[in-house]
């Protein structure tokens, strides 16, 4: 052919015009959300793209919105197992009505699927098995221990620092020093030491949507659902500058809790069930190389009804005993959304949202539903279901006591109110206080034996006494009104209790939150509760991660000390009228470790504060103060060493006159 | 979209990701296509689409108008994804449906991605003359490969496949006339 008609040939020939839709769609939805997958230098397309073109065009999902309670239920009872995975699924589509597609984008909000989880990072109690006395994370059950971002064992710091995990020998701190680090590709959430043990609790950072996604057409187009993976890890530490991985095991869903008591860990994991072509997915757990599908005939059902089911998945792993085999319980629930975990049982609950006549939901006729599951070393049974009016605000809302569940709750409606409710081990109310503080809403709570103490706030403080020595009728014993609220409430000795919140000034209709507060009330006269001290930090602005962790509040009562992170803000009064100054906000001045003594005899005096931010011209830096990774987040003590701790580094001073010692520097 | 449109598109996306929806949904066929006419593999085309529109996305802050449009920088990316594909024979191995298959992928009806690929797999068969043309390009080095595909089947001008390989106009000419010749040799 000559070269002029080949060129010809080339110019005619008819190439392929092809498209994928499917692949131009899923490829479209990663690239939208690309800042949300985990970046790997490498991809494997075929994996990356293949659940999100599965889901995509798949219109047909969970949506599940169960208004009828008692619509349907295998059985009839109401707890049990499935007997098959087609009762599983008949189930499902029972008592979903597919009316609503339901994954609740809220942002850039990591927990996605419900009013979701004790959102608290957890550090260990005070356990005294040596010569050393040294503080462990503030608990809220004896016994029970909580997993934290740092934990000490009275002779090494074990913290979570960005994706590292860091053991430091503490003790003495004149050679405190790095002995090793153990870093993970996904976010370690908590981590739990006993013994030579170390559990590392990682969260795989998952594919979170958050745009919305619309096609050409303006036709919405469903977001896919990739499970995230929650990781356990077990660490052998004998050697702490080698650790050693010992097991890992693995499941799909969410990481909302843990707990550790004696040798085992229980961890509680939520993942959604989802149908992709009339197939529901089952919850799976790997233990090593091995992975398992949890067999519908496994799971437990119970009388529920939320606007989507989830498998809350419990694991128990015994982390002494390698040999020993995770052991599992599943249940389908909606969306657990606290947890409280007692020495022999681990409570969930959720909110059961009402539903008005036409399936819209209103406020009034909210519900908490609330599960027992037994627990005894490895053995774990799902043993009752419940249901209270109200709400539950967190775990300190609740307690077991007695063979009795207590539980504090807020109904919203026309007039909040706030009420107890005293539960038999079946789940059956026995006594109940109800209508407490109208209009007000419950800030804070703790059961202290045959006591609760409420706290419910609009404008002023009202700080409640309950008695709860009869189960079936627990009575109003007397309540104090002082201005601000507490966020945590947390027992001083039988009869003085500590709360922290912040002070508020009276608007008429509402009141401004003003700088933290920290309150010592004596409750010995049960009708008349007093405050006996209080402090005052900062103005508006101010804040601690104590009111919304109480794993940040350190209290020894033997030592007279208080330890809490504060963020201090002071307002230029300079700068404001009068009538601006109780709104105005303050410009940030320190961020640190504030340490008190406390007693009954002199209340709350500063005892002096530490801070990591050496540079104070960072202080005219307002941002600086809420992204610093020189931000104190936790602190502890080993015998008369106060340990500060940052993402930064570990700082130590001696605790009585909080003189510098030295600091150890994290490699973050 | 007109060529000021585009700039101010590439501008938005560059600080925002989602602006970059739209440069998606005018490019993606284009370059899909040239993927996989250059590749004739629809698996293949797939990976490299989305590595190259991935690159797109990872670069796109470095992306400077005057040196190319964003259309060429585009497809100097696809057309070096491509190059990558054809020296690396792992590239092609990692995306076989069987082994998608095997790593639990199942695809599911009406519009997945398996009945996609059948679909599209019988409609590239149809187009015998081509495959069979194909065939031969893909002997050839990569530079005339490359010439080749931009000149005919993309049907790209000079100046414009000069500004994508980043040649002299003159260069892509003498380009062009030596792989019509290899290939003309080859038939």
Redesign the interface.
């Known amino acids: 052919m000559k070269y002029e008609d080949f060129v010809k040939k080339l110019e005619n020939l008819k190439a392929p015009e092809i498209e994928l839709p499917g692949h131009k769609q899923a490829l479209r939805m990663f690239l939208l959300n690309y800042g949300r997958f985990k970046q790997k230098t490498i991809m494997n397309w075929a994996k990356v793209l293949a659940p999100i073109a599965a889901t995509v065009l798949l219109i047909t999902f969970v949506g599940i919105f169960v208004d009828m309670p008692g619509r349907l239920y295998p059985g009839g009872n109401q707890i049990g197992k499935f007997s098959s995975y087609e009762q599983l699924q008949n189930f499902i589509k029972t008592n979903a009505g597919y009316k609503q597609f339901y994954w609740g984008f809220s942002g850039g909000d990591v927990r996605l699927f419900s009013g979701s989880a004790e959102s608290n990072i957890p550090v260990p109690a005070a356990i005294d098995d040596s010569a050393t006395d040294y503080s462990g994370t503030n608990i809220q059950v004896a016994g029970v221990d909580e997993a934290d971002i740092v934990k000490t064992d009275g002779k090494y710091i074990y913290l979570v620092s960005g994706n590292k995990t860091i053991i430091v020998q503490a003790d003495p701190p004149e050679q405190a020093q790095v002995l090793s680090e153990i870093e993970l590709e996904g976010t370690v959430i908590g981590i739990f030491i006993n013994g030579d043990r170390l559990v590392l609790f990682e969260q795989e950072t998952p594919y979170y949507p958050y745009y919305d996604v619309r096609s050409e057409s303006d036709e919405k187009i469903y977001m896919p659902y990739i499970s995230p993976k929650t990781y356990i890890k077990v660490y052998d530490v004998s050697d702490r500058a080698n650790p050693r991985l010992q097991r890992e095991i693995s499941t799909n869903g969410q990481y909302i809790s843990s707990r550790m008591i004696g040798d085992y860990a229980y961890v509680v994991v939520n993942e959604p069930v989802y149908e992709q072509e009339d197939e529901l997915n089952l919850p799976e757990i790997s233990v090593g190389e091995e992975e398992k599908e949890i067999p519908a005939e496994d799971i437990w059902y119970s009388n529920v009804s939320d606007y989507y089911y989830m498998y809350t998945t419990i694991i128990a792993v015994n982390t002494q005993n390698d040999g020993q085999e995770p052991t599992y319980e599943t249940i389908l629930l909606g969306a657990s959304s606290n947890l409280y975990v007692s020495t022999d049982n681990i409570y969930l609950t959720f909110p059961v949202w009402g539903t008005d006549v036409l399936g819209r939901e209103v406020w009034d006729s909210q519900k908490t539903s609330i599960h027992r599951i037994h627990i005894d070393g490895q053995t774990m049974e799902y043993v009752a279901s419940g249901e209270v009016p109200g709400m539950v605000l967190n775990q300190f809302s609740m307690d077991e006591y007695e063979d009795y569940f207590r539980v504090a709750t807020t109904t919203h409606g026309q007039t909040t109110k706030n009420n107890v409710y005293v539960l038999n081990m079946a789940l059956n109310i026995t006594g109940s206080l109800e209508g407490l503080a109208p209009g007000e809403t419950i800030y804070s709570a703790r059961f202290m034996g045959e006591r609760a103490y409420l706290v419910t706030f609009k404008q002023v403080d009202p700080l409640f006494v309950i008695d709860l020595s009869d189960p079936r009728h627990p009575e109003e014993l007397g309540y104090l009104k002082v201005t601000g609220y507490s966020d945590y409430l947390h027992p001083y000795d039988e009869n003085h209790i500590i709360g922290v919140g912040k002070e508020t000034t009276d608007a008429g209709e509402f009141a401004w939150y003003q700088g933290v507060k920290i309150s010592l009330f004596d409750v010995s006269d049960v009708s008349k509760p007093v405050l006996i001290s209080d402090r005052e930090i900062g103005d508006r602005g101010s804040e601690s991660p104590v009111l919304h962790d109480h794993k940040a509040f350190l209290f020894d009562k033997a030592r007279n000390l208080l330890v809490m992170p504060i963020l201090e803000a002071k307002v230029d009064v300079t700068k404001y009228s009068e009538a601006e100054l109780v709104w105005a906000y303050g410009e940030p001045v320190y961020q640190g470790a504030y340490l008190f003594d406390i007693s009954i005899d002199n209340g709350l005096q500063l005892r002096g504060r530490i801070t990591h931010i050496d540079d104070p011209s960072a202080l005219e830096q307002g941002y600086y103060y809420y992204y610093s990774p020189f931000l104190i987040e936790r602190s502890l003590y080993i015998d008369d060493v106060l340990y500060t701790i940052s993402q930064a580094k570990i700082k130590m001073n001696n605790l009585e006159n909080l003189d510098y010692i030295n600091e150890v520097k994290l490699s973050t | 979209m007109d060529l000021s449109e585009e700039k101010e598109l590439v501008r938005q996306a560059q600080k925002a ?2 602006a ?2 739209k440069l ?2 005018q490019y ?2 284009k370059i ?2 040239y993927v ?2 250059r590749s004739a593999n ?2 293949a085309a ?2 490299i ?3 190259t ?2 690159k797109a ?1 990872r670069k796109l802050w470095q992306f400077q108008w005057r040196s190319v449009s964003f259309s060429s920088w585009l497809y100097k990316i696809a057309t070096n994804e491509v190059n990558q594909y054809f020296r690396k024979a792992e590239y092609k191995k ?2 076989s449906l069987e ?2 298959q095997e ?1 639990g ?5 009406p ?3 398996e009945s ?2 059948i679909e ?1 797999q019988e ?2 068969k149809q ?1 015998q ?2 495959m069979e ?1 194909q065939e031969k390009i893909v002997q050839l080095p990569a530079k005339y490969q490359e010439v ?1 595909a931009l000149r ?2 993309e049907k790209k001008q000079i100046k414009e496949i000069a500004e994508i390989l980043g040649k002299r106009e003159g260069t892509i000419k003498s380009l062009l006339h030596r792989a ?2 290899k ?2 040799e080859a ?1």
């Open positions: 990701p989602d970059f929806a998606y949904d993606y066929p899909f296509g996989l006419r629809l698996e797939q990976d689409t989305s590595e529109f991935l996305l990692s995306v082994e998608l790593q992928f199942e695809p599911i009806s519009h997945n991605p996609e690929l599209a409609k590239l187009h003359d081509f043309i080749i005919f089947f019509i010749e290939l003309r038939e």
